[in-house]
């Protein structure tokens, strides 16, 4: 056990994340068990090659430009060197007009080709949930997700380890950007008091360390603002889950104006917007250590704000824009609050969710994020209530310029990695964001909002000539569905033949210019799960209340 007398986060990956506030408490000294990613193995992916060759695909550039095709894009080693026009819609086209052969060619008639997507809100598992860091790594690649900002991803010198090994290609992982919450880290002293002074050192040794940026749960608002102050100077991007225990000092308009690059999740933004007072009015028993009275107060704002469209409710907009903020909602983190049964019968728990993961996701009062002790009706209309409502600020923010990038913190609340990046996306379009659009938060936006801190333009991110070659390549159009990128495809009925058929899932993942077929990365997790489940073999456990067999 050790005490501290912290005002902010006491982390794990994997396990609940505690806002002590400015008092004593008690804490189990816990150190997570993560087994890295095994060395890539041949046959593990192909290339990269001195000269990859996508033929006559219809590219998708990420900018939310018009959609273009037929053509040839040219990949040497990690690099997009040509992208080319080289016909027109349904006219054959001319051999003369393409770019010379290529060591290896895609052939990509009928297809989309879009950047790499990028992750700007995940954590790695533990030995309680999901030990192996392989398990995600895959099902984030399969998914065409090769980008990953770790808030954390693991314990800080494990995810710079991982980095490395991911930016050499050693691994097959997406590349990890590392963010680490404020007053933690490998080699750093938790301290009992703290200071604007200390808020900085603490900045200054992420820097030294070689982080990406500093992610706060809250803070007071004089350690917030030199922490802000300090990131900036240092070229670290700074990021903020605006916990209810410091919304009262540190709510989203109040971090912005201290200097936050990006607010996660929807914490702080309708705190922002209270009407008739100026914090939460909780029930008189509320206990922000009881997760499923955290959790279900949230959605209790929804109609205790400015209205949309008001003028408070536009200046709060305006502000967080002037100050270039980054919303990143992470809706598919709470969607099972609005509709719980949908979201553990998901048709991909049964292949792809490790039994350990689904056992962490059942209703228990010591793991983060697994709070239906007794989940109501009222609890879920209250969050379909705040998802109309906080899907309306997303709109209203995307539609006057603001950036809104795409991020989903899975393996968490029936969450599983990769299969939850595609729901967030859906989300974002139920939100009002078009196809392009949604498409342009998942690379573009993503790609700029991990590189502005450093003072560089992305070199992902985007289809050009000079960037590097992280690609996603699909068979079906997923501007017109995008659930064609899930893992699972989906299903369509064969006119011909009279029978269902599923068509979709992505078919190349590009990272580096190395291709992967998503296919085999998802065949790799499910032999996995199926491991997992032959150990268990004969054990019974309990889901949603019903003791059935382990591996069934």
Not at 13 to 37: D, F, H, I, R
Request: glycine share 10%; with cysteine; proline share 6%.
């Amino acid at each position: 056990m050790k005490t501290t007398r912290r005002g902010a986060i006491a982390c794990f990956v994997g396990t609940l994340c505690v806002v002590a506030g400015p008092v004593l408490v008690a804490q189990k000294a816990v150190k997570p068990e993560l087994v890295a990613a095994p060395d890539r193995k041949p046959g593990e992916g192909m290339g990269p090659y001195d000269r990859l060759v996508i033929r006559g695909v219809t590219v998708i550039d990420g900018t939310g430009g018009v959609p273009i095709g037929p053509v040839d894009v040219v990949v040497e080693h990690d690099r997009i060197t040509d992208v080319q026009i080289v016909g027109a819609d349904k006219v054959p086209i001319d051999p003369k007009h393409r770019p010379a052969k290529g060591t290896y060619e895609i052939d990509g008639t009928g297809m989309y080709l879009m950047p790499g997507f990028v992750d700007t809100h995940v954590h790695y598992g533990d030995a309680k949930k999901a030990p192996e860091a392989e398990y995600v790594n895959k099902l984030w690649l399969a998914h065409g997700v090769t980008t990953v900002r770790g808030v954390p991803a693991g314990p800080l010198d494990w995810s710079l380890h991982e980095r490395e090994r991911s930016n050499k290609d050693e691994t097959v992982a997406p590349h990890i950007f590392v963010y680490q919450p404020a007053f933690s880290g490998d080699g750093w002293k938790p301290q009992s008091v703290l200071t604007p002074e200390l808020a900085r050192q603490w900045v200054d040794y992420l820097a030294d360390k070689g982080a990406d940026g500093v992610k706060i749960f809250g803070e007071d608002p004089e350690i917030a603002a030199a922490l802000f102050d300090e990131a900036k100077k240092k070229h670290l991007g700074t990021i903020a889950h605006l916990g209810q225990n410091f919304e009262s000092r540190l709510n989203a308009r109040e971090a912005v104006d201290l200097g936050l690059g990006t607010v996660t999740h929807n914490y702080g933004l309708f705190e922002s917007l209270l009407d008739n007072s100026t914090v939460q009015d909780y029930p008189t028993g509320q206990n922000y250590g009881d997760e499923q009275m955290r959790f279900a107060q949230v959605a209790r704002n929804w109609n205790k704000i400015y209205p949309p469209g008001s003028k408070q409710w536009n200046d709060f907009l305006e502000d967080l824009k002037a100050h270039d903020t980054v919303m990143n909602p992470t809706m598919v983190i709470y969607s099972a609050n609005r509709d719980l049964m949908r979201a553990y019968t998901a048709e991909w728990h049964n292949k792809y969710t490790l039994p350990s993961l689904m056992d962490y996701y059942q209703p228990n009062r010591t793991n983060h994020g697994s709070y239906f002790y007794y989940w109501t009706t009222e609890d879920e209309v209250a969050f379909r209530n705040f998802y109309r409502v906080w899907e309306e600020m997303i709109k209203d923010y995307n539609q006057m310029g603001g950036h809104v990038t795409v991020g989903t913190d899975a393996g968490f609340i029936f969450q599983t990695y990769g299969f939850a990046y595609v729901e967030e996306l859906e989300l974002l379009r139920e939100a009002g964001l078009t196809p392009l659009e949604v498409i342009r938060s998942a690379t573009l936006y993503g790609a700029e909002e991990l590189s502005k801190p450093k003072g560089i333009d992305p070199d992902f991110g985007i289809i050009r000539a000079g960037k590097r070659a992280d690609l996603v390549l699909v068979d079906q159009n997923p501007l017109a569905n995008l659930k064609v990128l899930y893992g699972t495809g989906w299903m369509k009925l064969n006119d011909q033949t009279g029978k269902v058929e599923r068509v979709g899932g992505i078919k190349y993942v590009v990272k580096d210019g190395i291709v992967y077929e998503p296919s085999k990365l998802l065949a790799d997790v499910a032999a996995m799960v199926q491991k997992q489940k032959g150990e268990r073999k004969g054990q019974m456990v309990s889901r949603q209340g019903v003791e059935v067999p382990a591996v069934e």
